[in-house]
């Protein structure tokens, strides 16, 4: 009788130590994960008194929690229009993305064009293209155009990496279509374009909503390309706005830094993170499986 | 529209049963062989995405080799041919072998620390337990937070006078107080700011290592384990024998991602000590920027950058070898 009620506490004391176990290989990785976050919340909420000290408890409020931080951002600098910069260039990002990588995607995965692999491998390649060979001469280019000093140079810019990316996600996307639906369409009597537009398109939305994610998080990802093309205070995109306009001389507002990096950061980090598998997926190759 | 199409297989079924069976036949043989029109098509939809990539990334990319080439700078937009000047000038630049030794010495300490706290990470979330999806959500978030954003919580960290990361030192009795000899600066101290950079770069990459390293061991189908284990593998042969070359090709990719990205970014060293104090923590990237935009040497600045080729070279033809050998 006792062994018998014996056996399933055990297996749950074992059960509960090794939990215990991974919590306590986990919880250093999680601190170290996340502190520097909390520590930018905790900052952008503390008023300046309780920032400046090293006799207290630095981890959690001295003084009240206060809001004023943030009243400088809105009030007393640009952010507002940073904000307004992001969300317009990644609209516009989102959208060249879309016309171009979208097409490209079909192509290369289910038109059978000669060389379609060896292309998409081409254009993805360029991805791996490091903006810092390509700023030099991106600006001559920008200053051709006469975009500089405009957020508009970001919308020309942008989708030097995210049409490279997207084409090739989307690539092996459509490869996941089953090619007899599009077959079923041209039976039906639908045109190439009509089975793609009608057809195609409409079952792939999941995918092509990745690729607006993408565009979006990617450019949030950039600091060069602003940081070379882009002076004029009202014209920066929010993650180069922070940290060069907040930042005068020697003199650092940390509390509205944090705040400023905040507001747009942690809803950006969130949203990619639903996604990360797929970046994951889409540079290891693994997407069409 | 997307609810009943997503079922696409019966419910084109029943559309196409519309169709007599000799007639369908015959429209999906027409179909395969409209090949030119199919071509022209497939081309129309190409065209945009070459295009952009072609005009925006490989028509820049010739033109910094033609940058190097040239003395142009930002004040004089007419540029000479200069042939391999800017290269050579370069070469004899004290802080050009500094960068690059600086580059060299980042990209293998963080890679060699990325590694090691990315493994072990991979292996803890392999194992089944409750808040494992938070943990993962959690710990991902330096790697999906926009760089620029995340380097500027580490620059408070790292404040001379108000450290938190002081703080707890102090705390712990392992630093001295503040004003004092013991008192480390992080980004003040030559000795101390390339390691406080690579910290930065080491805490927002671990995350990606450890995912994929986690891509590639979900990779690998149990029946192969489990057969092994049948004939008598124990857990080193099966890790060494099946696990470890099929996740191979995973690791390398992510590997090579990592190495691009990190010897081509700027922003962590430029926003936190832009290459000083000095020229401790000077990288190319970094170097590029301040002589091709800051002193205007459009052609020196290309030069530089592009030293970065040859490093990055063997990486992207790897890459490369890789996605061509990718099944489907």
């Given at each position: 009788m006792a062994s018998v009620v014996a056996a399933p506490l055990t297996r749950r004391r074992k059960e509960l130590r090794r939990h215990a176990l991974i919590y306590a290989g986990v919880a250093p990785f999680v601190v170290l994960a996340v502190f520097p976050i909390y520590w930018m919340l905790i900052t952008a909420f503390k008023q300046d008194p309780d920032l400046y000290r090293?006799?207290?408890?630095?981890?959690?409020?001295?003084?009240a929690p206060t809001l004023r931080n943030f009243k400088i951002l809105f009030y007393q600098t640009n952010y507002g229009s940073w904000i307004w910069n992001t969300f317009t260039i990644s609209f516009w990002v989102a959208i060249i993305t879309l016309l171009t990588a979208v097409p490209a995607g079909y192509a290369l995965a289910r038109?059978?064009?000669?060389g379609a692999e060896n292309t998409g491998i081409a254009i993805f390649m360029t991805?791996?293209?490091p903006p810092i060979i390509l700023f030099l001469p991106l600006s001559r280019v920008v200053a051709e155009l006469g975009?500089?000093?405009?957020?508009m140079s970001l919308v020309l810019v942008y989708p030097t990496f995210t049409v490279p990316f997207c084409t090739w996600l989307m690539m092996g996307f459509f490869k996941t279509v089953p090619m007899e639906i599009e077959e079923a369409a041209r039976v039906d009597g639908c045109g190439q374009a009509g089975a793609f537009l009608r057809v195609i398109l409409p079952i792939s939305l999941p995918g092509v909503l990745t690729s607006v994610i993408f565009a979006f998080t990617l450019s949030m990802q950039d600091f060069l390309y602003g940081l070379a093309f882009v002076s004029p205070g009202?014209?920066?995109?929010v993650p180069v706005g922070v940290p060069t306009e907040l930042i005068r001389g020697d003199i650092y507002y940390w509390g509205s830094l944090m705040g400023a990096a905040l507001l747009v950061g942690l809803p950006v980090a969130i949203l990619y993170n639903f996604f990360l598998d797929r970046f994951i997926q889409g540079i290891t190759g693994g997407i069409g499986k | 529209m997307t609810g009943s199409s997503l079922g696409g297989g019966p419910d084109s079924g029943v559309r196409v049963a519309a169709v007599p069976a000799p007639a369908r036949r015959l429209a999906v043989r027409r179909w395969r062989t409209q090949g030119s029109q199919r071509l022209m098509f497939g081309y129309a939809l190409l065209a945009p995405a070459a295009l952009y990539v072609l005009l925006l990334v490989g028509a820049p990319f010739l033109f910094s080799l033609y940058l190097a080439v040239s003395d142009a700078n930002v004040g004089d937009p007419v540029a000479r041919f200069v042939g391999l000047e800017n290269f050579r000038s370069a070469w004899e630049m004290d802080t050009f072998w500094i960068a690059l030794q600086n580059s060299v010495l980042f990209l293998v300490i963080a890679a060699v620390l990325k590694s090691a706290l990315g493994t072990s990470l991979a292996f803890l979330l392999l194992q089944d337990f409750r808040g494992k999806k938070l943990v993962r959500g959690l710990v991902v978030i330096p790697f999906t937070l926009p760089i620029a954003i995340s380097v500027l919580s580490w620059k408070w960290m790292y404040?001379?006078?108000?450290s938190v990361i002081n703080w707890v030192l102090s705390r712990l009795g392992l630093i001295g107080q503040f004003?004092?000899?013991?008192?480390?600066?992080w980004l003040g101290d030559p000795k101390l700011a390339l390691a406080a950079c690579i910290m930065v770069n080491v805490w927002r990459t671990f995350p990606f290592s450890a995912i994929v390293l986690l891509a590639g061991f979900t990779s690998v189908p149990s029946e192969v384990l489990d057969a092994a284990k049948v004939d008598g593998c124990n857990f080193f042969q099966r890790f060494r024998n099946i696990v470890v070359p099929m996740i191979a090709p995973i690791l390398l990719i992510g590997f090579l991602f990592d190495t691009v990205f990190t010897l081509s970014d700027l922003s962590v060293v430029y926003l936190l000590t832009q290459g000083g104090p000095g020229n401790a923590t000077k990288i190319l990237p970094v170097l590029a920027y301040q002589v091709g935009i800051q002193a205007g040497n459009l052609g020196r600045g290309a030069a530089i950058a592009l030293f970065l080729v040859p490093l990055l070279a063997p990486a992207l033809v790897l890459v490369l070898r890789n996605l061509k050998r990718r099944e489907y």
């Open positions: 090293m006799d207290h408890f630095p981890f959690w409020f001295n003084l038109l059978r064009l000669p991805y791996l293209v975009l500089q000093d405009s957020w009202d014209q920066k995109p | 404040d001379s006078q108000f004003g004092t000899e013991g008192w480390p600066i």
